[in-house]
């Protein structure tokens, strides 16, 4: 029988780096209001807002409850500029992989990380179980906090950076590259270069949104996404990646065979997750972006009042699979280097 409790195993490992994260957290300098001095790697607490539904986002200089989010700040060696990659994490709050893998991989390339705890600043450790503790919303105020820091630093090259986001953090992602959303929250022009989505959420629901031509806008996107989800099933993800190819934005696919969701973790163990909140694979909400309707997108009928309320309880449901995956992993990451390398070199 394994010893989880010897140094080297994973359940360990990953404590261990859970008391990392606190820790760094805790140790965070007081909030900078840009990164004009050139601060190098460390963790630095940064403000955003937590505004609370999806019509905040749309409107110019609204905001929420201010807060302080914290980012880790992970810049390859050199002195000349850099591209960089914002990760942003899904329900279970930044965990092992955005702190060593993905920085590690990337910061072998020249590209620099900037990892955000978005979860611990708030209070909360977890979403999975109770999605409303935090508004989705509040990621997406999050995400273009970020990239206004992260522009001011000297070594960032302002028109190459990236957001990757992680199941919530991939909703994140895509939103962000909503031309109505963008252009309310960062009116200057500034955009993130990219867009890469790993075991998003939001493929089927009410997050959803009709990907007709001029919704987003013409950055590229990456989506990575394991055949065995059940958390997030591939089949709603490839398609709505392709609704949005069809809408005139480079897409890229990346199935992955054998994978579960969080695939990128450490822990090889296949994790039951029996309160998760999750959405069916044939939910047929979808909202308009510009009346903010909802439709079935099987009937094409506005969803009000009651029909709208019992299709989306319809969708609920609960209990899902998470296990890391490293041949997944490293095929994933072989593909986001590829395409940042193609983006970013454009």
């Not at 409790?5 to 957290?25: C, E, Q």
């Not at 905001?63 to 279970?92: A, Q």
């Not at 092992?96 to 979860?119: E, H, T």
Request: overall charge neutral.
């Amino acid at each position: 029988m394994h010893n989880w409790f010897s140094p080297d195993s994973p359940l360990v490992r990953v404590m261990l780096a859970l008391a990392g994260i606190m820790f760094a957290a805790a140790q965070a300098q007081e909030p900078v209001s840009d990164f004009k001095q050139g601060p190098g790697n460390g963790v630095y607490a940064f403000a955003s807002s937590t505004p609370k539904a999806l019509p905040d986002l749309l409107r110019p200089g609204a905001s929420g409850e201010p807060v302080n989010i914290v980012g880790h700040l992970f810049l390859p060696p050199g002195t000349g500029k850099t591209p960089v990659v914002l990760l942003m994490h899904g329900s279970g709050g930044i965990y092992d992989a955005m702190l060593d893998y993905w920085p590690k991989l990337l910061n072998a390339q020249g590209i620099a990380v900037f990892s955000l705890d978005r979860f611990g600043p708030r209070g909360v450790k977890s979403t999975a179980e109770d999605q409303s503790q935090i508004p989705f919303a509040a990621d997406v105020a999050d995400e273009f906090a970020a990239l206004r820091l992260l522009a001011s630093h000297p070594r960032i090259d302002a028109k190459r950076i990236a957001v990757m986001g992680f199941s919530r953090g991939g909703i994140a992602s895509w939103r962000a590259a909503v031309d109505r959303i963008a252009s309310a929250q960062q009116p200057d022009g500034l955009r993130f270069a990219a867009h890469i989505q790993a075991y998003s959420g939001g493929c089927a629901g009410a997050f959803r949104l009709i990907a007709k031509p001029g919704v987003f806008t013409t950055a590229p996107q990456l989506w990575l996404h394991g055949d065995a989800d059940d958390y997030t099933p591939i089949g709603p993800c490839r398609d709505y990646s392709q609704s949005i190819a069809d809408a005139g934005v480079p897409v890229v696919f990346v199935a992955l065979p054998g994978a579960y969701h969080k695939f990128d973790q450490d822990d090889q163990r296949r994790i039951p997750v029996r309160g998760a909140q999750r959405t069916i694979e044939s939910c047929p909400i979808e909202v308009d972006i510009d009346t903010l309707a909802a439709f079935d997108m099987n009937t094409h009928q506005r969803l009000t009042g009651e029909a709208y309320a019992q299709t989306l309880k319809s969708c609920s449901a609960l209990g899902a699979t998470v296990q890391g995956n490293k041949a997944a992993r490293d095929k994933a990451g072989q593909a986001t280097v590829a395409f940042l390398h193609k983006v970013f070199a454009q």
